[in-house]
């Protein structure tokens, strides 16, 4: 009798054990959108809830890649940042607390090895390029919502303040062009990626803002172009220039 209580006992220790194992990291994975109470508490587990040896969530472990993937997915943003239908304070006010959890999701997988390589290169990015797709829209809202409520949309006053949120918004950008300066420390994927957000997130910027001040990224962009040994990141960046340039041209002609 006392071999089979010990034996239960045992087979209940284990199933706990199993339990509390598996229950270690939670997520809402179930959810079909995170809101920003969902992204406070992922990125609050992943900067502190994981520890010091233990290896993050990553695109390449296919146990933990819906994690990745659920976080950096734009559509939890976009499903209200979009949805014309809500107001617009509402909306500007969500941008702004997605932003705030961007600004913290940053840190989780900036990691280096003792080579200096970046242990987490591909999911670095894929939160990077999520925070570029995230400021297009709340920089745009928080715009709309200066001229909505200003009594002369056409003030001097109101384009100062616009212009100066259109530099912040170019110069957050230039933060992405920044990585180049790291290049070796990306693995050959990560260096791919990394020109993918290019191609994808710069055209976007340059073609809402025609506009703006873009020598501050052309100029930025010729520095990487000589610093990068990258073929897919050159690459990027010269077409970049070339859309730039293209614009300018574009302008003088009609100008003239």
């Known amino acids: 009798m006392f071999k089979i209580k010990g034996a239960l006992l045992l087979l209940t220790l284990l199933i706990i054990s199993s339990c509390e194992e598996k229950m270690e990291h939670e997520f809402p994975i179930e959810k079909r ?37 659920k976080l950096t997915d734009q559509q939890n943003f976009k499903v209200v940042l979009d949805d014309t239908e809500l107001g617009g304070k509402h909306r500007n006010k969500v941008g ?15 990691a280096r090895d003792r080579k200096d390589n970046y242990l987490y290169d591909e999911e670095m990015l894929a939160v990077e390029q999520f925070g570029l797709g995230l400021q297009l829209r709340y920089f745009k ?12 949309p056409k003030s001097a006053s109101v384009k100062h303040t616009i212009s100066n949120n259109i530099n912040v918004l170019i110069g957050n950008y230039l933060l992405y062009l920044d990585k180049i300066n ?32 873009l020598n501050r990224i052309k100029n930025k962009a010729e520095l990487m172009l000589k610093k990068s040994e990258s073929t897919p990141i050159k690459n990027s960046l010269e077409e970049i220039i070339n859309l730039i340039d293209s614009k300018q041209i574009k302008d003088q002609e009609e100008y003239q």
Do not use: C
Request: hydrophobic share 30%; proline share 4%.
């Open 33 to 69: 959108y995170w809101d920003t109470k969902d992204y406070h508490s992922a990125v609050l587990e992943l900067r502190y809830g994981y520890k010091q040896d233990e290896k993050l969530p990553t695109l390449d472990d296919p146990t933990t890649r819906v994690i990745v993937e």
């Open 141 to 152: 809202l928080g715009n709309d919502q200066v001229k909505k409520q200003a009594d002369d």
């Open 182 to 213: 790291n290049e070796a420390a990306f693995s050959t994927a990560g260096k791919d990626k990394l020109a993918t957000g290019i191609n994808t997130y710069f055209p976007l910027l340059i073609n809402t803002y025609p506009d703006a001040n």
């Open 96 to 110: 702004q607390d997605f932003f705030e959890e961007y600004r913290s999701m940053s840190q989780i997988y900036t």
